[in-house]
């Protein structure tokens, strides 16, 4: 099956200080990648759509400034929690799409961040 | 009202027993539509997708009502290693997924 990985699997940061989090589909091309965030006991709630090649659409009320995304590669894309605060702290997922999939998205492993 | 909503549980059953649970969603022109499993910590992953028919994998029963806007899952025979947060995911005509907020099932010994 598709794998995705995600890089760190959990961060610990000062407030004040910006965290890059990778998301790599390690046997296909993804024609798009998702970033969810998920605090605990919510559902997971879609952050951006990142497409190779173009800028990440955001979803209303996700600071574009705060939460860059880069989506350089067909296999990989970034997000930069920029000047990070405690509230920013939860649970980042990416999953990857391609056309292919009919629909199902393939997590990464999730990276949990905490700020203090 | 949210695109997708759940009972939070938490349904807490003994081992070998039937636990069933739905989920509705708001968008009439939905058209795919999957259970994840989420284990603690971990991402989801995908459990089964639903089909019009309704379907079956081993212990795990799928139905979809369209008319009513609700999806049900149905656990025969549960194992301990069925204890986890199930997914309602939602598949509105684009490539972005709906989730809710996860049905929790507890199976004990």
């Known amino acids: 099956g598709a794998v995705v990985s995600q890089h760190p699997s959990w961060v610990i940061c000062k407030s004040g200080t910006s965290v890059k989090i990778e998301c790599r589909s390690l046997d296909f091309q993804a024609t798009t990648m998702f970033w969810y965030r998920q605090f605990p006991k919510q559902s997971l709630m879609l952050m951006a759509t990142?497409?190779?090649?173009?800028?990440?659409?955001?979803e209303q009320g996700v600071e574009k400034d705060k939460f860059l995304i880069n989506h350089a590669s067909l296999t990989l894309s970034t997000l930069t929690v920029t000047s990070a605060h405690p509230e920013d702290s939860s649970f980042y997922i990416c999953?990857?799409?391609?056309?292919?999939?009919?629909?199902?998205?393939?997590f990464g492993p999730g990276t949990r961040l905490t700020v203090l | 009202r949210k695109e997708v909503e759940q009972d939070p549980g938490p349904f807490n059953v003994p081992e070998g027993a039937t636990v069933a649970f739905n989920c509705t969603y708001s968008n009439s022109a939905s058209q795919s539509f999957f259970w994840y499993r989420q284990d603690c910590r971990k991402e989801p992953k995908l459990l089964m997708s639903?089909?019009?028919s309704g379907n079956e994998d081993g212990r795990f029963t799928a139905q979809l009502n369209r008319a009513s806007q609700y999806i049900s899952l149905l656990i025969r025979d549960s194992k301990l290693s069925d204890s986890a947060t199930y997914l309602c995911?939602?598949?509105?005509?684009?490539?972005?997924?709906?989730f809710g907020a996860g049905t929790t099932v507890t199976v004990r010994a």
């Open positions: 995911v939602v598949n509105p005509p684009n490539v972005k997924l709906s």
């Open positions: 990142s497409n190779e090649g173009s800028k990440a659409t955001y």
């Open positions: 999953s990857a799409w391609t056309e292919s999939s009919y629909n199902e998205q393939f």
């Open positions: 639903v089909y019009s």
